[in-house]
């Protein structure tokens, strides 16, 4: 299994920028693609970004292309996703998932593993 952190969530300004890292753990030798997911308050868990085990594959969902990068260190088992030009409507709880596979899924039913989640707040 792999174990999941997320961190670097906080409150920022819109049109600012915030970094947050998925830092992975247990059995990461294995190929694993990361996703980020975000819930805002009484709205459905939304994909953001997705990441293949190589890195050389990644997507993102049309309302943060172009202002988020996803990247990923395999030798320090993290998962950043930047994010710049931030807008209030990014406001949610942020949550790094994976699942042992050498493709890439958009739809969170298709990981397995998920981190606890990181609140960011952009205000206006």
């Known amino acids: 299994q792999v174990q999941l952190v997320e961190s670097g969530g906080g409150l920022v300004q819109a049109g600012g920028s915030l970094r947050l890292s998925c830092a992975a753990s247990?059995?990461?030798?294995?190929?694993?693609?990361v996703a980020w997911f975000r819930q805002a308050p009484g709205k459905e868990r939304e994909f953001v970004a997705a990441i293949s085990w190589s890195g050389s594959n990644t997507y993102y969902a049309d309302s943060v292309k172009g202002r988020f990068t996803i990247s990923r260190d395999n030798g320090k088992n993290t998962v950043p996703l930047q994010m710049s030009s931030l807008k209030p409507e990014d406001t949610a709880v942020y949550y790094c998932?994976?699942?042992?596979?050498?493709?890439?899924?958009?739809?969170?039913?298709?990981?397995?593993?998920w981190g606890q989640g990181i609140q960011v707040t952009v205000s206006s």
């Open positions: 247990g059995r990461t030798s294995s190929s694993y693609a």
């Open positions: 998932a994976a699942r042992y596979t050498s493709g890439l899924y958009l739809h969170d039913g298709a990981y397995n593993y």
